[in-house]
């Protein structure tokens, strides 16, 4: 039964792994497509970084829409994380959603402190190496949520204190722990506690320092997330953090990295498609389960129409196949009042009318069983039957509807038959039905009407009828 809450989805005790991209494994089109990308991406920064001095087009505005841009997209891809934390609690999705709330929150800090982007100085601390540590910082908290996502994404189930919140609760204190950590990184800034980066308008030799520690923990990230791969997430957020390489590679091979130069908009083109690469994932697999569920529900409503439909129809199956032993049930009790009227009183025929009806009651809650068990999922009860026996059954089932018609039966059984193993009520309910329908064949073919198995073409001027070594006659014998 589908749970109605993201809630009762959470505590589903692991019974069933919903399909979200942070369980699906990742296919092996993933890992080619992701690795295509990883390979464009290497042959672009190849071509442009022989560029990256060279002075290109001013665009005052690319910096606040671009990095604007990359604030949208972390927030919101931290936002699909936490819905999918909601519906399968895990502290890794916890970890790295808290990596894109201070990641967003550190490029929108930077772009306000950017000198020239919305003051001359900056807006937090108004001194050149206040960007250059924001941007630091954005560049070092998404890394380390990434190796903690790694290290706890195997979990099962959430360690410590969250173990017991529910899921909006442990999405809330995420959330404020991200927002704190932002806020206690900026105060340090602002109250002079870090060194300047900047000796007039230069950069210090320090920022190199800090651009080859921040690329190592970037690649760190990435050979942790390659060896421990395993689901769609995985696949992408080894694009998502490539990509941060090669802005941090021209900082390193550039003491200054020119603003507007070829490698300052590349560097900013590439962290802007590393924070839309799990979100456009994110969106294009919601999309295909959301595809998959609409198929899901079609066909559900498909077979909901059809079972409804055949409604009709089982009704129609469980009144034929309860006639019969009604009907006898009804007739042996009208003969045993009867056989009462009598003077002197026959009690072995009185005896033999209510064994007969207590036969037909318990065949006609055997057959109510074997409706009910149709739709249970249990196996079938196999018995060893003898076919011989059982075909003796069904003719004494019958005996009163041949009488009535004017009917006789005379059985021809082979002797000697093996015995099967088969579910004993639907063997006699087949046999049952074929000597009813020939029945009622012969009732329709008139007086000198006879059946017989082994006759001629049914077309004769006998209408013989197929039904094993057995002939029916009305009223003449056997020939």
Not at 210 to 215: I, R, Y
Not at 236 to 260: E, H, K, N
Not at 418 to 426: E, V
Request: proline share 4%.
């Amino acid at each position: 039964m589908l749970k109605d809450t993201p809630r009762e989805l959470a505590h589903d005790d692991g019974k069933e792994v919903p399909a979200l991209i942070a369980s699906i494994p990742a296919s092996a089109q993933h890992r080619r497509f992701a690795f295509g990308v990883v390979i464009v991406l290497l042959v672009a920064f190849a071509v442009g970084a022989p560029f990256a001095a060279i002075q290109a087009s001013r665009v005052d505005a690319f910096l606040t829409v671009s990095q604007a841009v990359v604030l949208f997209a972390e927030i919101l891809t931290a936002i699909f994380l936490f819905s999918q934390f909601s519906i399968q609690p895990r502290t890794g999705l916890l970890a790295l959603a808290s990596g894109y709330i201070c990641s967003g929150l550190f490029a929108f800090l930077q772009t306000l402190d950017f000198p020239g982007a919305y003051s001359a100085t900056g807006i937090i601390t108004g001194t050149p190496s206040g960007a250059v540590w924001l941007f630091f910082f954005w560049r070092i908290t998404f890394p380390l949520a990434v190796i903690a996502y790694v290290l706890l994404k195997d979990l099962k189930e959430i360690p410590g204190p969250l173990a017991r919140l529910e899921p909006g609760r442990a999405i809330g204190i995420t959330i404020a722990c991200a927002i704190a950590t932002t806020a206690g990184l900026t105060w340090l800034l602002v109250a002079g506690y870090l060194p300047s980066l900047n000796i007039g308008a230069a950069q210090q030799p320090l920022v190199q320092y800090f651009a080859v520690a921040t690329w190592s923990l970037n690649t760190i990230a990435v050979v942790l997330l390659f060896i421990r791969m395993r689901t769609v997430l995985d696949v992408w957020l080894i694009v998502a953090v490539f990509v941060s390489l090669p802005d941090l590679t021209l900082a390193i091979l550039y003491a200054v990295t020119i603003r507007f130069s070829v490698g300052w908009y590349m560097g900013k083109a590439y962290l802007l498609i590393g924070s839309w690469t799990v979100l456009v994932v994110l969106l294009w697999e919601t999309m295909m389960l959301y595809a998959r569920l609409a198929s899901a529900m079609i066909l559900q409503r498909r077979d909901r129409v059809h079972r409804i439909m055949s409604v009709d129809e089982a009704t129609s199956a469980i009144a034929h196949e309860l006639t019969q032993p009604l009907a006898a049930l009804s007739l042996n009790c009208d003969t045993g009042l009867e056989c009462l009227k009598t003077v002197p009183l026959d009690v072995e025929e009185l005896r033999s009318c209510f064994s007969d009806a207590k036969k037909d009651s318990a065949r006609a809650n055997e057959i109510v069983l074997g409706v009910r068990a149709l739709f249970r999922s249990v196996p079938r009860r196999r018995t060893i039957v003898e076919i011989n026996s059982l075909v003796r059954e069904v003719l004494r089932m019958v005996e009163n509807d041949v009488r009535v018609q004017g009917m006789s039966i005379s059985p021809e059984l082979e002797e000697n038959l093996p015995q099967i193993a088969g579910d004993q009520i639907q063997l006699q309910q087949v046999i049952l039905n074929l000597i009813k329908n020939a029945i009622d064949e012969l009732a329709l073919l008139g007086p000198a009407s006879e059946g017989h198995s082994s006759g001629d073409d049914a077309r004769s001027k006998f209408q013989r009828l197929h039904f094993g070594p057995r002939y029916w006659t009305r009223n003449k014998s056997r020939k």
